[in-house]
């Protein structure tokens, strides 16, 4: 007797059990999640936990200088909260002030770029007020990579194989770290950061100093970052080093000590809006956020329960309706402390039903904001300098084109930051969706009495007095980190999310797409063929736009690339598994369930 597996076939099984599950965008940070749910932590604990421990075995893709949103839901409160870790720009980040340096655009990489970093003050945050476990606890895990090392990923040496010369020639603080002896480290090697290791080791050092009150000790643990060591080499770097940035001339930085002391993060309702059984949650309109939700109240006009995920109809929609949602983000997001966003229009049922209207059959290849009396902004692209931008095009390595942004994950983001992401559901039923992001290794030089560099969020401010997004001080960049949380019939379901800039909120809106109307599990929408749109202005240095591209996975059926070619998309078509870095993890009475990303270059995803 045959006995046939009922099965759907996925790359790897979706995850299934009743203890708790943690899936991240590394095999050793789920690993060191997952044991801190083992040894009596809760979701929250094993989060900060998993993060720190990204920001050492994944330095090419975020570090403490970088900044992080968070979407929880605490069993306690019964409700979801927003904890905005996105550091603002610094008292003396003027639109003036960049002018009077010849800059029409913010750099991309570099000290001028830096916003206050939040990531540690937003972990001390959620470690305080939701989490159980001592600060010892949570970051012992990430001390011990970063003394004794880890095994460097493929594209951690790729990146900094990319980035040598830059180091050696204009960032020897950051060859000090990554080019030990003048190297490349290789693939699979052990590497080590002790310079950070000693970082955290003081603050932990200096945090119980405050006695044994396990909250005394994590405020403690925020003043040595904010107020304390940490903040005073921070300072002391942006105010002495004039540093090469992708203008392709040297900078001192506006960040300062009196910027990471005023700031904190803060606890926000999130943005939410239902799709049927569904209510998801979003980060506010600091973020690119509410554009998820925007895709959504385009998409419930239609019927795309009997359509085909991998379809030309499902594909056209879907990026027909995503153009429109991202050409509002353009004209209208930005801080709401400074700029009022209209939300509740935006996410309105009149507004999109005018909006999917002007939805055709064939492809846009124009930009199209929608038009709110009193809001909003004409997005014009900045030129950049023609020297900057062709640097940026291609040939050797150069200055100019090093770290600026995010790439788009699945095509080869050669020297380009990214992001990682993490999902946790545990017993207690308590979830945690985040994307910690910036601070990675490429975006500026290693400040050497810490180990570890600022991040570069302010280049997704406008020199532009009239727009939303303009730069500030003390205002939020407009940035792409936008993990998601769904409730289904009111009660707390998924949380999701993927690295990818400009594209997340794309991924992350396929991905639901096909777990509702498909009816995938968590796996096998991870797992499909999937595609992003290349067709607005990228949020990162320098704004380009490729007006009516569609980039699609070699997965995707020919006879789909050929009907969407016909209908007006200019397809190019990439590798079979380069779409997207996803995870995701769900709750359904007493079952836990996460998936990973099995995809190429990111292969070392894991979930459990």
């Known amino acids: 007797m045959s006995v046939i597996n009922p099965n759907p076939f996925t790359t790897r099984p979706e995850i299934d059990g009743t203890f708790g ?27 900060a936990a998993t993060a720190f421990t990204l920001q050492v075995v994944e330095p090419h893709l975020n570090g403490p200088g970088g900044d992080v949103p968070v979407i929880v ?16 720009a610094p008292a003396k980040a003027t639109i003036a002030h960049y002018r009077s340096e010849g800059l029409d655009l913010v750099p991309g990489t570099g000290l001028l770029a830096a916003c206050v970093p939040g990531t540690f ?55 000090a770290v990554y080019l ?35 909250d005394a000790q994590i405020e403690r643990a925020r003043r040595s970052w904010s107020e304390g060591f940490v903040a005073e080499a921070v300072d ?26 005023r700031w904190r993060p803060r606890v926000e309702r999130p943005l939410t809006y239902d799709y049927g059984r569904y209510t998801v949650c979003k980060t506010g309109p600091w973020g690119q956020g509410p554009v998820m939700l925007q895709q959504l109240a385009l998409l419930k006009g239609y019927d795309l329960g009997g359509l085909d995920p991998a379809g030309p109809d499902f594909i056209h929609l879907h990026v027909e309706c995503a153009k ?110 985040s994307t910690p992001s910036g601070g990675w290794l490429q975006s500026s030089p290693v400040i050497p009495e810490l180990g570890f560099c600022l991040g570069t969020r302010a280049q997704m401010f406008w020199l532009d007095e009239g727009h939303p997004a303009a730069l500030a001080p003390g205002k939020r960049p407009r940035t792409t980190l936008t993990p998601t949380l769904a409730l289904r019939d009111g009660e707390p379901y998924l949380c ?36 992003h749109s290349e067709h607005f202005p990228s949020s990162f240095w320098p704004r380009t736009a490729r007006p009516g591209v569609l980039v699609l996975e070699g997965r995707v059926p020919r006879e789909t690339v050929t009907e969407l070619q016909r209908r007006g998309h200019i397809v190019e078509v990439g ?34």
């Open 180 to 214: 030990r002896g003048g190297s490349v480290p290789q693939t699979g090697t052990l590497f080590a950061n002790k310079t950070l290791a000693a970082t955290y080791r003081r603050i932990l050092k200096e945090a119980e100093s405050a006695g044994g009150d396990r």
């Open 324 to 433: 429109l949602a991202f050409a509002d983000r353009e004209a209208f997001y930005g801080d709401p402390d400074f700029v009022e966003v209209p939300t509740a229009t935006l996410l309105s049922d009149a507004y999109n039903d005018a909006r999917r209207k002007i939805v055709g059959d064939t492809a846009s290849l124009d930009l199209r904001p929608g038009s709110i009396e009193g809001f909003g902004a004409v997005v014009n692209l900045p030129r950049a300098r023609a020297a900057a931008v062709a640097a940026a095009g291609a040939g050797e390595p150069t200055v100019g084109r090093l770290g600026a942004g995010e790439p788009t994950v699945g095509r080869l983001g050669g020297v380009r930051g990214d992001t990682v992401h993490f999902d946790i559901v545990d017993e207690a039923g308590n979830m945690v969706s």
């Open 21 to 47: 599950v943690v899936a991240s965008t590394h095999w050793i940070a789920t690993a060191i999640g997952m044991a801190t749910l083992e040894k009596g932590g809760n979701a929250f604990d094993a989060a």
């Open 73 to 88: 839901y605490d069993a306690r409160r019964g409700r979801p909260e927003v904890i905005c870790g996105q550091g603002p």
């Open 121 to 175: 003050e937003t972990w001390m945050l959620l470690l305080r007020d939701y989490g159980t476990r001592s600060l010892r606890e949570v970051l012992t895990p990430a001390i011990g990579y970063a003394e004794n090392g880890h095994p460097l990923v493929e594209r951690a040496h790729a990146t900094i194989a990319t980035v040598a010369d830059l180091f050696r020639t204009h960032w020897p603080t950051s060859a």
């Open 496 to 531: 999701w999310g993927t690295p990818g800039g400009d594209q997340q909120d794309q991924w992350i809106t396929q991905f639901l797409l096909r777990h509702i109307h498909a009816g995938h599990n968590l796996q096998e929408a991870i797992d499909a063929p999937a595609w």
């Open 236 to 261: 002391r770097f942006c105010r002495t080093q004039a540093v090469m940035d992708t203008s392709g001339e040297r900078h001192r930085g506006v960040l300062a000590a009196d910027d990471m002391a």
């Open 575 to 608: 590798p079979d598994w380069s779409e997207g870095r996803l995870t995701a993890a769900a709750r359904e009475g007493g079952r836990r369930r996460a998936a990973a990303n099995p995809r190429g270059m990111q292969g070392y995803a894991a979930g459990r």
